[in-house]
């Protein structure tokens, strides 16, 4: 039985992941951090009494800036893949917190990297390395592909190149089977609250069931190539099933507006919108309704509030995985519109059932809101 150590497996991949990895019969070993409530809300049906032998999912405390525990981790575990996923990964808030992004994103990987030389394990524990196309940044060219030159244009990005350098340095200063894997943007119900995905997602099932007034957002024209988190960590795997080490892209190879997400996700609930203004003064209101939730014709669902801008932003990324597709047979299995379908059906069962609780007199405060 082949043993994987997760790093990150409480957040939207480490548990598709998890889900995948235990499927292929692994044993898979996954480092949560210690918080002061339960953060392991996304892999909890995948959780098995310690108490009863057998199992195969085993959860270790454990952080990405802490040496000594990874090493005693990773030399506890041994393991044959280690899924360095761990990351504080919300480009926004790295420009708040730039320090501890760089140790935790950039100076994390060193750590694993390292555990697992000093530890004697190169021949053995092969590393994935959770990249991004962030570092593509500021455009150089599209679509973006493994040669194009990065430009990173955020504290997150910067770290991230040097969490890329620093794999390609130990799989060519030590023979380490270390690959970086070039992901771009990849949601799912899963997502994190405060990614723009979710948070139009979730804006659109409380709005639509009378939840919240208004969705402020901040960019409405960056363009991303969204593609779903489950077809992402496929393709992680089958990067670490190579004979050798490279580096590869995952995208969809199809780019979408910020303002375009928000029509369709609207439009998954039968609400047409009508858009008017120009850049902070950009409004968004109800055209129509077509289906279940009669919303009131020209009330206005989305403003625009200059808090969410960036200090430097990343316009456009559109990405190539020709290199994927070809060696490694990967493919992307959902459109944007059946993700889109999935995320705004999950959230208004979400808030459906809060609702539902909460007119039987439940307290809900907790739960999602
Ligand atoms: P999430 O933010 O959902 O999950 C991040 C995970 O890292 C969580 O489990 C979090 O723990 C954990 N974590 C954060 N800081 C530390 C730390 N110091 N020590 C240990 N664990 C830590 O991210 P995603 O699942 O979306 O992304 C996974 C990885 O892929 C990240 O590295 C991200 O930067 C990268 N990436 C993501 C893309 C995407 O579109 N999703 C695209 C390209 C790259 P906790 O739950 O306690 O917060
Ligand atoms: P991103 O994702 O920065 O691409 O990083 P995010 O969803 O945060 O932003 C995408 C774009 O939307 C614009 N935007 C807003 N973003 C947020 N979060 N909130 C808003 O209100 C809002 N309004 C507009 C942003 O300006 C941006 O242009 C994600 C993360 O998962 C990274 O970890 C990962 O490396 C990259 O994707 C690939």
Partial sequence: MKKALVTGITGQDGAYLTEFLLKKGYEVHG???????????????????????????????????????????IQEVQPDEIYNLAAMSHVHVSFETPEYTANADGIGTLRILEAVRLLGLVKKTKVYQASTSELYGLVQAVPQNE??????????????????????????????????????NHESPLRGETFVTRK???????????????????????????????????????????????????????????????????????????????????TAKVKACHGRFALPVGKVVLKVDPHYYRPTEVDLLIGDAGKAIQKLGWKPRYTLNEMIAEMVASDIQLFERS???????????????
Avoid at 36 to 57: A, Q, V
Avoid at 165 to 175: D, K, L, Q, S
Avoid at 359 to 368: A, I, L, Q, V, Y
Wanted: glycine share 8%.
């Fill in 31 to 73: 480092i949560k951090r210690r918080s002061s409530l339960f953060n392991t809300g996304r892999i909890d049906h995948f959780y098995e009494d310690p108490h009863i032998p057998g199992r195969h999912l085993f959860l270790h405390y454990g952080d990405l800036t802490d040496s000594t525990n990874l090493i005693r981790i």
């Fill in 147 to 184: 040669t194009t030159p990065f430009y990173p244009r955020s504290p997150y990005a910067v770290a991230k190149l040097y969490a890329y350098w620093i794999t390609v340095n130990y799989r060519e200063a030590y023979g380490m089977f270390a690959c970086n894997g070039i992901l771009f």
């Fill in 200 to 282: 139009i997602t979730r804006a659109v099932a409380k709005i639509a069931l009378g939840l919240q007034e208004t969705l402020y957002l901040g960019n409405l024209d960056a363009q991303r190539d969204w593609g779903h988190a489950k077809d992402y960590v496929e393709g992680m795997w089958l990067m670490m099933q190579q004979e050798t080490p490279e580096d590869f892209v995952l995208a969809t190879g199809i780019t979408t507006r910020i303002r375009d997400f928000v029509i369709r996700a609207f439009g998954e609930a039968g609400i047409e919108l009508e858009f008017e203004g120009q850049h902070e003064n950009e």
């Fill in 355 to 369: 609702l539902f609780l909460k007119s039987n007199g439940f307290n809900t405060k907790n739960e999602h809101e």
